[in-house]
């Protein structure tokens, strides 16, 4: 079973960019975290992390055939990207959307997520622990398949 693992844009900036709603974890540490659990669920994991929609379109299409499913955190992308939806769709293979923040909470733009409503589930406000939540969860109905 293999995941790839999809960081959008300013994710770079974990640890670093308001710590206070995102945590002091780097994205370093979240990938070193999501290779120690996927290691424990035997999972092979890719990562991947763009700044750019385009780029993360075009990673999308040419996984399709050498992983199994996505853990996804689109950043900004989440609520005003049709293109990742229709990307993510396209492909056909499941994905679990990822927020360290509780989105819920936030700022009323943030609310809405054009890629929930076709996830396979939805993780956030458990900080980076939500990925080491939805890599489990995805594992789990990839198993199940």
């Not at 994205?27 to 385009?54: C, M, W, Y």
Request: glycine content about 14%; hydrophobic content about 45%; aromatic content about 6%.
């Amino acid at each position: 079973m293999k995941v790839a693992i999809v960081h959008g844009p300013n994710l770079q900036l974990l640890g670093t960019r308001e710590p206070e709603v995102y945590g002091k974890e780097t994205l370093d540490d979240v990938n070193r975290a999501l290779g120690k659990l996927a290691a424990e669920l035997g999972v092979e994991i890719e990562t991947f992390q763009s700044n750019h929609e385009g780029a993360i379109v075009d990673f999308l299409s040419g996984a399709r055939g050498r992983v199994d499913g996505f853990l996804v955190n689109p950043g900004g992308l989440t609520h005003t990207s049709i293109v990742l939806r229709d990307a993510l769709v396209g492909v056909g293979l499941p994905f679990v959307e990822v927020h360290v923040s509780n989105t819920a909470g936030r700022e009323r733009f943030r609310r809405d997520s054009f890629l929930s409503g076709v996830a396979a589930g939805v993780v956030f406000g458990f900080g980076i622990h939500g990925y080491l939540l939805g890599l489990r969860g995805l594992a789990h109905r990839l198993a199940q398949k």
